[in-house]
């Protein structure tokens, strides 16, 4: 029987000083960074800078903030944002692909195990003999010699395991977690914009059909207008060129009329790629305007740092580049493999697994770097470097967020101060075309002056239009800005 040699080192005793140096993490522990936060919002609702929301809310739902604008046709386009939306689908993918990234680094805190099988056919022996026998092999190949064929089979199982003395696997686990979490803030965040773009571009949509209305009401107008004046003309009492300036001016009523369905049917296409269709897939039904306009509440500065998606995502990179910092400090520290493999030879496999022809073997194996000309120690510095870009984007994602809440905070105190100065122009206007009809009628007033009152007119009912269409798509940037409900405690925990 083949003789095997045992080796025998005092791996019992570096397994004792693994697990003693086992609790030993180098690098940086993590600090969350200060951020620059203020005491209060500067336009915030109050007595002092002469505004209150229209329409406070005192929560907004979770699941379905978009919902406080009570309409059935933008909360069913929503939901199906999470469902079809394809750049939220790609953040979703990214996330998985962190998280199984996470599950690659923990295994390797366990050993890594082996099956190998190998099999060897030798032959040893002189051919130069007269008397040389042939001897054939169970491979049907032939030898001719004094000699013999000697057949190996050799399973092994081994076993092999880096102990974690310095926390370098932890580390890498650290910061693959965090960037597992900076993943699932970013589909949040992804979610989040494409929500809010769907239902920006809904009130935009929503805006050309009331946009629509009010163009079919001014060429009904302008044909009002046109008939009168051609009734005038047959009776002698104005020239033909007021017949030609009213059919110029329904002429151009028309035009923008048909103008407005092309933003309108955009808008409607900008919807469909948001929900993950095709444009000719979607067409949303022309319906009177919801003149909902909701503020969210603010709360206090120091809550948006947990609410924004985004700040949640910066902050879980600086910890995650953090992390990184400690996985290069490990590489000053040496490196320690333990080993061991049993296994079977034998040159007949049915005698292959007795206990007589069995092997094994164990091992320590200790690695340190003497000199790398500042590799090392280059590469802590280009972490820390990394690490504190991720301090400044982090930062800088805060004051982004604040100044995002400040702009339309002011926005909805100043169009909110401006919608009674617009309704009452309307109004006023209306007015003015009225009387200027029935005086055009009576001949006290020529056309001219018809024409620029019916220009007013439809000129302050378009302001009106657009000063909802502004303080609305201010309400939903601002529940944007502030995380749409959304906090850092939905983040995963590994």
């Given at each position: ?52 929301p229209a329409q406070p809310m ?11 604008f009570k309409d059935p046709v ?293 690695s340190e770097t003497l000199l ?123």
């Amino acid at each position: 029987m083949t003789s095997h040699r045992i080796v025998r080192t005092s791996s019992a005793t570096v397994l004792a000083a693994a697990t003693a140096l086992s609790a030993c993490t180098v690098g940086p522990n993590y600090v969350r960074p200060s951020a620059p936060t203020p005491t209060h919002f500067k336009e915030g609702p109050s007595a002092e800078n002469g505004w209150a929301p229209a329409q406070p809310m005192d929560g907004i739902d979770k699941g379905a903030w978009w919902s406080i604008f009570k309409d059935p046709v933008l909360d069913g386009l929503e939901r199906r944002v999470v469902i079809n939306n394809q750049t939220v689908k790609q953040a979703e993918a990214n996330y998985r692909a962190a998280r199984d990234l996470t599950a690659v680094a923990r295994a390797s805190f366990f050993p890594t195990a082996t099956l190998t099988g190998q099999a060897t056919q030798s032959y040893s022996g002189s051919r130069s003999s007269s008397s040389a026998l042939t001897t054939t092999t169970p491979s049907g190949q032939a030898y001719v010699g004094n000699g013999a064929v000697t057949n190996t089979y050799t399973p092994t199982v081994g076993l092999s395991w880096a102990p974690d003395l310095w926390g370098k696997i932890r580390r890498q686990v650290e910061s693959d977690v965090a960037s597992a979490q900076s993943d699932a803030a970013t589909l949040a965040n992804a979610t989040l914009s494409a929500q809010a773009e769907l239902a920006t571009d809904y009130v935009n949509l929503r805006i050309m059909d009331e946009e629509k209305r009010l163009y079919d009401k001014e060429v009904t107008a302008y044909q009002r207008t046109l008939t009168i004046t051609q009734n005038q003309y047959k009776s002698g009492t104005v020239a033909a060129v007021n017949v030609i300036s009213a059919q110029s001016s329904l002429l151009t009523a028309q035009a923008q009329d048909k103008n407005v369905e092309v933003a309108r049917q955009q808008y409607e296409h900008a919807i469909a790629m948001l929900v993950g269709v095709a444009p000719a897939e979607l067409t949303i039904t022309p319906v009177p305007l919801t003149k909902v306009i909701p503020v969210a509440p603010t709360d206090v500065p120091a809550t948006l740092l947990q609410r924004r998606p985004d700040i949640a995502a910066a902050e879980r990179t600086m910890k995650a580049d953090n992390a990184l910092v400690g996985v290069q400090v490990a590489a000053y520290y040496p490196s320690i493999t333990l080993s061991g493999s049993y296994g079977f030879s034998a040159s007949n496999l049915s005698q292959l697994f007795n206990a007589a022809n069995s092997f094994w073997s164990y091992g320590a194996s200790a690695s340190e770097t003497l000199l790398d000309f500042g590799a090392r120690q280059n590469s802590i510095r280009q972490a820390k470097a990394i690490y504190d870009a991720a301090v400044a984007s982090y930062r800088q994602t805060v004051l982004t967020a604040f100044q995002g809440v400040e702009d339309e905070l002011v926005a909805l105190r100043v169009y909110q101060s401006e919608e009674k100065i617009l309704d009452e122009a309307a109004a006023q206007a209306e007015r003015a075309v009225e009387l200027y009809i029935n005086e055009y009628k009576a001949g006290t007033v020529d056309y001219t002056t018809v024409v620029t009152a019916e220009a007013t007119a439809l000129s302050a009912d378009l302001q009106v239009i657009t000063l909802l269409q502004e303080r609305q798509t201010a309400s939903i940037a601002l529940i944007e800005d502030l995380g749409g409900g959304w906090t850092d405690a939905d983040l995963p925990k590994r």
